[in-house]
């Protein structure tokens, strides 16, 4: 899965994985990447995911402008280990790692058939909130707290995967850490996030 991570003087900042056909960064908070700073126009650049890999970066008219390698551009493919420069802020691309369900053949599609017919969702096991079903409709939804702990459940073909997206304290599944290279999840699945457990559940439609 294509990756951003951000630094101002070697200290990550953001990672972000990019899971959206269009993600947009800049300094408002409508943006899908939010860089608070002056030197980040209110709408920055984009970042267009074709296909399954293939990442595009636009510069949206930013007043000081966005770099790949040193150079301003204004539309170009990024190629893996490029790195984005907007302001203080140096932002390296990463092209698709780990098994996050990219570059499956057609072996699958049987499996891709089962995943199409069925609705996801997370119940909540504990808490004041115990026994609240949210159900994962979107391409992508996040769970969590921000700056604590969240998660993001990305609907693939071949299935739904789960990958820690920001936040200090790791989230865990069925008990064991979770990374951010997304995890395919199983009917019955445990998730701890921020002292919260639920449990994924798949239901035919």
Known sequence: MPQLIATVEGVEVKHVYLTKDRTTLGRRDSNDIVLDNLVVSGSHCAFDLKS?????????????????????????????????????????????????????????????MASAQLQASFRVLDGSSAGLEVPVVKAVTTFGKPGVAVVAVSHRRTGFFIAHLDGDKAPTLNGRPLGHDPVLLSHRDVVELAGTRMQFQLTEH
């Open 52 to 112: 399954l890999a293939d990442v595009f970066i636009e510069d949206l008219g930013s007043t000081n402008g966005t770099f790949v390698n040193n150079k301003r551009v204004k539309r170009q493919q990024l190629h893996d280990g490029d790195v984005i420069a907007i302001g203080h802020f140096k932002i390296q691309f990463l092209t698709a790692s780990g098994d996050s369900g990219f570059g499956q053949t057609t072996q699958f599609d049987s499996q891709m």
